[in-house]
Every structure is written in structure tokens, then in C-alpha cells.
């Protein structure tokens, strides 16, 4: 279907099978990747012979670790790139998500591995998500002065109570049984039994109208118990630290917890590591998303990243985690009390004829 060795398509049997074919960069999608897997989607959604889609990563580090954020930083630095590309990467990243969330046949995800940013949208707005003792789930953003986008005004918004705007604010790592508790993966399945798991979906022989009760039966075959969610013991004292519409009650919340005061003053310490902006972007575009589909969600999103890209923490923080690594970043405004509502809502403000459209 395509001759780009980063993004691999092919058949077995009725299975539709997408391999992310950049292991030393962590699988993480380029923009000429996007534009290999939207027609590719397209092309098997109305394809009689081929009843569902597996997408998994190569290598033994990562199903995916998001979008290829450096190229859009070099492109808005004018380091090197097309300048638009801080406009069309977002653009046509977002497009192809519909395609995954809607698509007329079963989409299974083998999140094997690292999966954060892109590799959460490419997996959680599909169907079926599958876990293994090696994932590593996160949604990092506010770490480099952005916001948790491609879908997870939506997705994290699904999680049980509060826990979802701990995830986005904080960027916390979860592991399979936490990820499952969440909703963002479906199943666990031991690394060990993925590749039996991947030929029974191949050897499936399809019935035409049974495809998704052909699918669940097989990874509820192999499905296995992964085990206790830390996330559902310390969901109370989540809640209650995460219940308030402020960055600034949230971090009072946290000093005043009592009950796990070594996790609160951990916590405390990890949001103040965070771009300030982004974590006043990220609250609001949780709370005011909630109950957004999809497309709502991408729509918001699009209109913060263009936003984002005109300011100043974005660029900063790919410097300090991606191009220097020195994991200082100096962000500005450099605290909370220089970003006030005024200054939060300006990335709300919509783009005019900029707005993200779907087909």
C-alpha cells in the first residue's frame, strides 16, 4: 500500500495489519506518516476482504511515543522544515483520529511498550487496546510547555472521577492494571502471548455482521489479570485533591493531604516542574470538555495548539527534554500568578477561518 519503510502495511487473512516501523525513534509519527495511514484507513474501511485493523510498534521499547514534536519545533524555530508545519502536522494528525474512532470494523491496538501523546491517540480512539506488562502509558505534555491533545479532552475525561486531570496536569506513568482501570487500554495480555494472540486474530474466519464478536472472544481468550490498580486505592485522595477548578487550590489541596503526604508533597513537586501555562490551559480544556465526542475534542485542541505554537513554552520545553536535555526549562511566564484568566482564555480564543474541518 505504500513504500515508506516507516509506517508498514499488510494483510493476513481478513486482518488488516499496521506495523510503526521507527524503533529508534520510538515509533513516533511523522507527518509523512499520517499521510501514508489516512488513505491506508480509508482504502481498508471499504474493503470487503479485510474485517479488521491490528496496529503495533517494532521493537522492544515502544508501541508509539507520540508525534514527531521535533520536527515542529525546528519548523516553528525556523531551524529547518516548512514553517506551516506547526499548523498542517496538528492538522492532518487530528484528521486521521476520526478515521480510527469511527471505523466501520474491529481496530486493535497492541500497546506494547511506551505509549504516550500520538501513540495514545492512535490506540485509545480505537476499540480494543491491549496492555502488556511492558506498557508504559503517560500523557507528558505539560512537561514541554503543550497540553494533552489528540483526543484526551475526551479520553481523560472518561477516566473514574478526578483522575483524569491528575494524569493530563502531572503526566504520570501507568502501567497495564492502572491503564485498564482508566479505560484507555481494554485488555492485558502477557508480552509473551502477543504474538499467539496477533496469528489467532489472523487465523480468525470472519462472518460477515460478527466481526466484533469474533474479535472480543479471541482477546478474551488470552486476556490474563494484570492485577490490582494502584490508581483505584488512592482514587479518594485524588479526588479530593484534583476536585477544584484552580492550579493554585489543587496545589493547596496536595500540601494539606494527610492521608499520603509522601504522594501529595511528590505530586506538588512535579506540578511545579511544569510549564505554568500549560497547566492553566490543560485544567480549563478538561473542564470545560467534559462530554465532548471526539471531533469536539479535536476542534478544541487544534485551536490551543495553534495558540501554543504563537507563544513561548512549547519551543522551550522541547529545547530542555529534546535538543539540549539539560531538563531546565525556563518557562515564561516563569509562575501561576503572572497567567491570569484573561491570559488563559486568549488560548481559547477561536481561529476564524483557521479552525480545524473534518471531511
Known amino acids: 500500500m505504500t513504500e515508506n519503510t516507516d509506517i508498514l502495511f499488510s494483510r493476513r487473512g481478513g486482518l488488516g495489519t499496521v506495523l510503526l516501523n521507527r524503533p529508534r525513534a520510538l515509533n513516533a509519527f511523522t507527518l509523512d506518516m499520517f499521510r501514508q495511514f489516512d488513505p491506508g484507513l480509508r482504502a481498508w474501511a471499504d474493503e470487503p476482504e479485510i474485517h479488521a485493523v491490528l496496529i503495533e510498534g517494532a521493537g522492544d521499547k515502544a508501541f508509539c511515543a507520540g508525534g514527531d514534536v521535533r520536527a515542529v519545533y525546528e519548523a516553528g524555530k525556523g531551524i529547518s522544515g516548512d514553517p506551516s508545519l506547526t499548523s498542517v502536522f496538528f492538522a492532518e494528525e487530528y484528521r486521521v483520529l476520526p478515521l480510527i ?18 501513540g495514545a491517540g492512535v490506540s485509545v480512539n480505537g476499540t480494543y487496546r491491549v496492555a502488556t506488562e511492558r506498557t508504559m502509558f503517560a500523557m507528558p505534555e505539560t512537561g514541554i ?30 502501567e497495564a492494571a492502572d491503564a485498564l482501570y482508566c479505560g484507555l487500554a481494554t485488555h492485558f495480555v502477557p508480552h509473551e502471548h502477543v504474538t499467539a ?6 487465523a480468525i474466519a470472519w462472518r460477515p455482521g460478527e466481526q466484533h464478536e469474533q474479535v472480543k472472544a479471541v482477546l478474551s481468550e488470552f486476556a490474563a489479570d494484570p492485577g490490582p490498580p494502584p490508581l483505584a486505592a488512592r482514587r479518594a485522595v485524588i479526588d479530593r485533591c484534583f476536585a477544584d477548578a484552580s492550579i493554585e487550590a489543587i496545589l493547596d489541596a496536595l500540601q494539606s493531604e494527610t492521608d499520603e503526604p509522601d504522594w501529595a508533597a511528590e505530586t506538588h513537586a512535579a506540578l511545579l516542574t511544569k510549564s505554568p501555562t500549560s497547566l492553566r490551559i490543560t485544567l480549563r480544556q478538561l473542564i470545560v470538555g467534559q462530554g465532548f465526542d471526539l471531533e469536539d475534542a479535536l476542534r478544541l485542541e487544534y485551536r490551543l495548539t495553534q495558540h501554543v505554537m504563537a507563544a513561548h513554552d512549547f519551543y522551550e520545553g522541547i529545547r530542555a527534554v529534546l535538543v539540549d536535555k539539560d531538563q531546565k526549562p525556563r518557562w515564561q511566564p516563569g509562575s501561576l500568578a503572572e497567567i491570569d484568566e484573561v491570559a488563559t482564555e486568549a488560548y481559547f480564543a477561536p481561529l476564524g477561518d483557521g479552525e480545524l474541518a473534518f471531511d
Not at 471505523?103 to 501523546?117: E, Q, R, S, V
Open 101 to 118: 474512532h469511527h471505523l466501520p470494523k474491529p481496530y486493535i491496538a497492541i500497546i506494547d511498550g511506551i505509549t504516550m501523546g500520538g
Open 145 to 174: 510547555g503543550l497540553f494533552p491533545d489528540v483526543g484526551a479532552t475526551r479520553f481523560l475525561n472518561l477516566s473514574p472521577g478526578h483522575i483524569g486531570r491528575y494524569l493530563g496536569l502531572t503526566g504520570a506513568r501507568l
Open 197 to 202: 494472540l496477533v496469528a489467532a486474530l489472523a
